[in-house]
């Protein structure tokens, strides 16, 4: 098998970097880890606000006045079962600082202990949240999230459609996790994979799903690309990896929004695995994904006329 050819900014780092994190020892030793990020402080410029039995770490623009402001609620991502908001506190202050945005990441309640619809519902229970701040205008919010945090998204724009609440602006889809029939599917070069392979996909999927992946009955919300119906969601930007597991479905999901009438605006990194932006922050490559992002969302923002 060749060698696959990663971005020459990212290919050093991907000899050292494992092909899957979704394993259950990792799990157990997160779940030894939340006791102590939960003792974290509020972020600078932000604070912890109690939705529903869960916290939100808020991020407020640096400098700002009292608005109201436009709004980002960001969803962390760890495969449906790992991972913690503090872990976005860098590309929080970031988006807060670039948009001119209040910035809300959930602590969501994970699998397997709270399967699907648990997480999803916290998240639509912080999105009405957000929208009733004062320093929000509740016209102007979008929804976002990387991995599992942009399937949680994808699935949050249908609910949000669903219970017609809220109605947000914008999705951006940050190489998001949409599909549980790729379980399924094998892959053609699983040595390109870093951080997420088809082991660690089909473990998050189990048990955010609290089933076989694949099964017919799956709910869409639970899995947004089996949804039939995309029309009316909000405008969509989906950024991934060519060597990113999740990069077909996820160009898949863009093509059916767009035949739903739904505008997407589709960005493939050429050679970068899953998480590449986190991992290499400071690399160009990472920076013009994250420019992208703000280039797209910032008028999706911008106060109406």
């Known amino acids: 098998m060749t060698e696959p050819s990663f971005n020459a900014e990212l290919g050093s780092a991907s000899r050292f970097l494992p092909k899957g994190v979704g394993r259950n020892w990792i799990r157990r030793i997160s779940r030894l880890a939340t006791p102590l990020l939960e003792r974290r402080p509020a972020p600078e410029n932000g604070e912890l606000v109690e939705v529903s039995e869960r916290t939100v770490r808020v991020h407020r623009p640096t400098g700002a006045g009292d608005g109201p402001f436009p709004a980002l609620l960001w969803i962390h991502g760890g495969g449906y079962v790992l991972g913690h908001p503090i872990q976005e506190d860098k590309l929080a202050r970031y988006y807060a600082d670039q948009l001119g945005a209040v910035v809300a ?3 969501y309640r994970l699998a397997p202990e709270h399967p699907f619809p648990a997480g999803l519902h916290d998240c639509h229970d912080a999105l009405v949240w957000l929208a009733g701040r004062d320093d929000v205008d509740e016209e102007r919010i979008a929804i976002g999230g990387a991995s599992a945090g942009g399937g949680l998204a994808a699935g949050l724009a249908l609910l949000a459609r669903e219970r017609a609440a809220v109605d947000p602006v914008f999705q951006l889809l940050v190489y998001p996790m949409l599909d549980d029939r790729t379980t399924s599917r094998a892959q053609p070069d699983p040595e390109r994979f870093r ?3 088809e082991r660690s996909n089909r473990w998050g999927w189990e048990a955010y799903l609290g089933q076989t992946p694949g099964a017919a009955d799956i709910d869409p919300q639970a899995a947004p690309a089996r949804a039939e119906d995309l029309a009316g969601l909000p405008p969509a930007w989906i950024g991934v990896g060519s060597f990113d597991l999740f990069h ?58």
Do not use: K, M
Not at 253 to 268: D, H, I, N, Q, S
């Open 195 to 197: 951080i997420w392979d």
């Open 105 to 107: 990441v959930p602590d």
């Open 248 to 305: 077909d479905e996820d160009l898949a999901y863009a093509e059916r929004l767009r035949a739903a009438g739904v505008p997407c605006e589709v960005e493939v990194v050429d050679g970068a695995y899953h998480a590449f932006d986190a991992l290499r922050w400071g690399s160009s490559v990472s920076r013009a994904f994250r420019n992208a992002q703000v280039a797209t969302l910032g008028p999706a923002l911008a106060e109406r006329s």
